[in-house]
Protein backbone atom coordinates (compact mmCIF):
# COMPACT_ATOMS: atom_id res chain seq x y z
CA UNK A 1 0.00 0.00 0.00
CA UNK A 2 1.38 3.32 -0.84
CA UNK A 3 0.57 7.04 -0.51
CA UNK A 4 -1.42 8.71 -3.34
CA UNK A 5 -0.23 12.08 -4.11
CA UNK A 6 -1.64 12.36 -7.89
CA UNK A 7 -6.00 12.80 -7.18
CA UNK A 8 -8.62 15.37 -7.39
CA UNK A 9 -11.27 15.99 -4.64
CA UNK A 10 -14.10 17.43 -6.79
CA UNK A 11 -17.83 18.21 -5.95
CA UNK A 12 -19.92 16.12 -7.49
CA UNK A 13 -22.11 17.57 -10.75
CA UNK A 14 -25.23 19.07 -9.92
CA UNK A 15 -27.48 16.54 -12.00
CA UNK A 16 -25.93 13.86 -9.68
CA UNK A 17 -26.58 16.13 -6.40
CA UNK A 18 -30.25 16.32 -7.56
CA UNK A 19 -30.76 12.61 -8.84
CA UNK A 20 -29.46 11.61 -5.03
CA UNK A 21 -31.75 14.10 -3.55
CA UNK A 22 -28.99 16.38 -1.22
CA UNK A 23 -28.84 19.65 -0.58
CA UNK A 24 -25.15 19.97 -0.75
CA UNK A 25 -22.87 18.37 -3.38
CA UNK A 26 -20.98 15.23 -2.17
CA UNK A 27 -17.26 15.08 -2.78
CA UNK A 28 -15.59 13.01 -5.44
CA UNK A 29 -12.22 11.65 -5.50
CA UNK A 30 -10.83 11.69 -9.17
CA UNK A 31 -7.84 9.11 -9.24
CA UNK A 32 -6.52 7.49 -12.13
CA UNK A 33 -9.39 8.64 -14.64
CA UNK A 34 -11.85 6.98 -11.96
CA UNK A 35 -14.44 8.59 -9.74
CA UNK A 36 -15.24 7.73 -6.12
CA UNK A 37 -18.03 9.17 -4.25
CA UNK A 38 -16.72 9.84 -0.85
CA UNK A 39 -18.95 10.58 2.53
CA UNK A 40 -16.85 12.51 4.16
CA UNK A 41 -17.12 16.36 4.59
CA UNK A 42 -15.30 19.28 3.07
CA UNK A 43 -13.79 20.09 6.45
CA UNK A 44 -12.46 16.76 6.48
CA UNK A 45 -8.35 15.88 6.45
CA UNK A 46 -7.94 13.44 3.79
CA UNK A 47 -5.30 11.06 2.91
CA UNK A 48 -5.74 8.58 0.33
CA UNK A 49 -3.54 5.29 -0.11
CA UNK A 50 -3.85 2.79 -3.00
CA UNK A 51 -2.95 -1.27 -3.59
CA UNK A 52 -2.85 -2.97 -6.63
CA UNK A 53 -7.11 -3.56 -6.11
CA UNK A 54 -8.09 -0.91 -3.36
CA UNK A 55 -7.86 2.81 -2.59
CA UNK A 56 -8.02 3.63 0.90
CA UNK A 57 -9.33 7.07 2.20
CA UNK A 58 -8.86 7.94 5.49
CA UNK A 59 -10.61 11.07 6.87
CA UNK A 60 -10.23 12.97 10.17
CA UNK A 61 -12.13 15.65 11.72
CA UNK A 62 -10.25 17.07 14.73
CA UNK A 63 -12.65 20.12 14.85
CA UNK A 64 -15.85 17.62 15.14
CA UNK A 65 -13.80 14.90 16.95
CA UNK A 66 -14.29 11.82 14.62
CA UNK A 67 -12.14 9.32 11.93
CA UNK A 68 -13.02 7.12 9.03
CA UNK A 69 -11.92 4.99 6.55
CA UNK A 70 -13.25 3.82 3.02
CA UNK A 71 -12.01 1.52 1.76
CA UNK A 72 -12.90 0.79 -2.46
CA UNK A 73 -12.57 -1.47 -4.86
CA UNK A 74 -10.33 -0.12 -7.85
CA UNK A 75 -12.13 -1.65 -10.48
CA UNK A 76 -15.90 -1.40 -9.76
CA UNK A 77 -15.50 1.91 -7.86
CA UNK A 78 -17.55 0.95 -4.78
CA UNK A 79 -17.26 0.95 -1.51
CA UNK A 80 -15.62 -2.36 -0.11
CA UNK A 81 -16.12 -1.56 3.84
CA UNK A 82 -15.96 1.56 5.74
CA UNK A 83 -15.27 2.38 9.53
CA UNK A 84 -16.89 5.56 11.43
CA UNK A 85 -15.17 6.23 14.80
CA UNK A 86 -17.45 9.25 16.51
CA UNK A 87 -16.09 10.18 19.57
CA UNK A 88 -12.24 10.17 21.01
CA UNK A 89 -13.43 7.97 23.25
CA UNK A 90 -14.22 5.12 20.38
CA UNK A 91 -10.87 6.46 19.00
CA UNK A 92 -8.73 6.07 21.58
CA UNK A 93 -10.12 2.79 22.36
CA UNK A 94 -9.94 1.61 18.89
CA UNK A 95 -6.63 3.52 17.81
CA UNK A 96 -5.03 3.56 21.14
CA UNK A 97 -4.22 6.55 23.10
CA UNK A 98 -1.23 7.77 20.95
CA UNK A 99 -3.62 7.99 18.07
CA UNK A 100 -2.50 12.20 17.46
CA UNK A 101 1.13 10.82 17.15
CA UNK A 102 0.36 8.02 14.89
CA UNK A 103 1.57 8.26 10.79
CA UNK A 104 -1.80 7.91 8.58
CA UNK A 105 -0.72 4.73 7.24
CA UNK A 106 -0.45 3.22 11.10
CA UNK A 107 -4.48 4.42 11.74
CA UNK A 108 -5.06 2.50 8.20
CA UNK A 109 -3.45 -0.33 9.49
CA UNK A 110 -5.14 -0.41 12.56
CA UNK A 111 -8.77 0.40 11.23
CA UNK A 112 -8.69 -2.13 8.41
CA UNK A 113 -8.25 -4.85 11.37
CA UNK A 114 -11.92 -4.21 12.06
CA UNK A 115 -13.22 -4.52 8.88
CA UNK A 116 -15.07 -7.16 7.74
Given at each position: ????????????????????????????????????????????????????????????????GYVSLTVFDKEEQGVIDSIFLQSEEDIRGTLGRNFGKMRELTIIKRLTEFLS
Open positions: MRRVKKYKILKEEISEQVAAGRYNPALVLDYQNRRYELENGYSDKLTIFGSKDTVYVLGINGRL
